[in-house]
């Protein structure tokens, strides 16, 4: 399931052994599976997807540093 959200505190991602990356702050959409969450961003100067472990990004939500726009009626 797809939805709609907005990072608004610190969300990290890690690639393959490296650092960690934080993920600006802003819209983001939200793409859910059994394992884990992939988020995407786009802005003017850049663009970029992440997947983070489902219990990171319940963490995330909890603590508001991603918060879910309300579902969209269609």
Known sequence: MRQRARIT???EYREGD???ITIRR???EVEE???DVTLSWSDA???GAAA???G???RYVASKAI???PPQAG
Do not use: E, F, M, W
Request: glycine share 12%.
């Open 45 to 47: 100067d850049s663009h």
């Open 26 to 28: 802003g819209p983001c």
């Open 9 to 11: 505190g610190t969300v």
């Open 67 to 69: 918060q879910l726009d």
């Open 33 to 35: 599976s059994a394992l």
């Open 18 to 20: 490296g650092a960690n």
């Open 52 to 54: 983070i472990p489902l």
């Open 56 to 58: 990171d990004y319940k």
